[in-house]
């Protein structure tokens, strides 16, 4: 194997330079090349390929963000788009593929195996909903994000006596807001795999609120939907003077924390790894050590929490 692409594709996230970075490092180390497609598919479809060596990944692990960019490309989708990407392939002498991303994009790497391109997927997406890894990239930084975000929020709300409802990003996924409002002790959330009762909610926060609780905080899923109607509620039903917090693409940057520098790096070093042993597919971890798992297993599963979580979600959103 002489020469590998790399691309990062749909949304972004901390920990991806990290992994660009091993991944060049372990090619390098291979004698193998690599060639980054810019602009996540579409630099494929519309061959916008650089040549990345170990002096242009120095400097960039604790960097948010990708350097290699990403989009959302539609026209790859389309069949005449895809042609074009595996023209591009062809054209670059690529031999294998890494393609970084959260589920489409894994999908996109899928369909690419399947039209015989040696090809391994990295999960990244801060929704933490892809199967076959504990973690995707970029979730931990989230995690820290979010909870540091609550922490300063219970500060200016206990303060002002108020209410807070604070909505998470994770799509479908109620994975952030429910590690959140567990590491920062929340007093009720909603998320889309758990059945909730507002009503019930604002019933015991208003008890609680009776008992001399100076205030609250709600932690909301994007995916549930129902930031308005719990801050409308929690106005008019509990008496908080309430403020809304949507936090936003604040999820998606900054410096990586520790845990995803080394998850990216361990990640890239196995898809390479991978790569030249021909064990194609996703790279996840699982435990403690980053495993192979095929692309089949990857999209006929569905992530689903643990027990204890579950239970812990019950219990916040009644
Ligand atoms: O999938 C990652 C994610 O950040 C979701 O949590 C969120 O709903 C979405 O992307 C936001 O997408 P965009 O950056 O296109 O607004």
Redesign the pocket.
């Known amino acids: 194997m002489k020469r590998i692409g790399v691309l990062t594709s749909g949304?972004d996230c901390s920990g991806i330079n990290a992994t660009l970075k091993a991944i060049v490092e372990e090619a390098y180390k291979n004698n193998i090349r690599v060639t980054g497609f810019l602009e996540g598919y579409n630099g494929l479809v519309n061959n916008l390929a650089i040549e990345l060596t170990p002096l242009q990944v120095s400097g960039i692990l604790q960097r948010g963000g990708t350097i290699l960019m990403t989009s959302r490309c539609e026209e790859f989708m389309q069949e005449s788009g895809f042609k074009k990407a595996l023209k591009t392939l062809e054209e670059e002498k690529i031999e294998g593929l890494i393609v970084i991303g959260?589920d489409g994009s894994l999908r996109g790497a899928k369909k690419l195996a399947e039209s015989g391109i040696v090809c391994v997927g990295i999960p990244e997406?801060?929704?933490n909903d892809i199967y076959g890894t504990d973690m995707a990239l970029g979730v931990d930084t989230a995690l820290n994000i979010i909870t540091n975000a609550i922490d300063i929020i219970r500060d200016t709300a206990s303060s002002h006596k108020r209410a807070f409802v604070i909505e998470t990003?994770?799509?479908e996924s109620g994975y952030l807001a429910l590690m959140s409002a567990m590491a920062s002790g929340a007093e009720a959330v909603l998320i889309p795999e758990v059945e909730y009762d507002i009503d019930s909610i604002m019933n015991r926060l208003k008890q609680e609120h009776e008992r001399g609780r100076k205030y609250s905080i709600v932690v909301v899923a994007?995916g549930v939907k129902k930031t308005q109607e719990v801050t409308e509620k929690l106005k008019k039903e509990v008496g908080f003077d309430t403020r809304v917090t949507i936090l936003g693409?604040i999820q998606?940057g900054g410096n990586p924390s520790v845990f995803d520098r080394t998850l990216g790096m361990r990640l890239g070093i196995k898809a390479v790894q991978s790569l030249i042993n021909k064990k194609f597919g996703m790279v996840g971890l699982q435990g403690s050590d980053i495993k192979n798992v095929a692309f089949d297993v990857v999209f006929s599963n569905k992530k689903v929490f643990s027990q204890m979580m579950l239970e812990f979600a019950r219990l916040k959103s009644r």
């Open positions: 949304g959260g997406s801060i929704d990003m994770g799509r994007e693409h998606r």
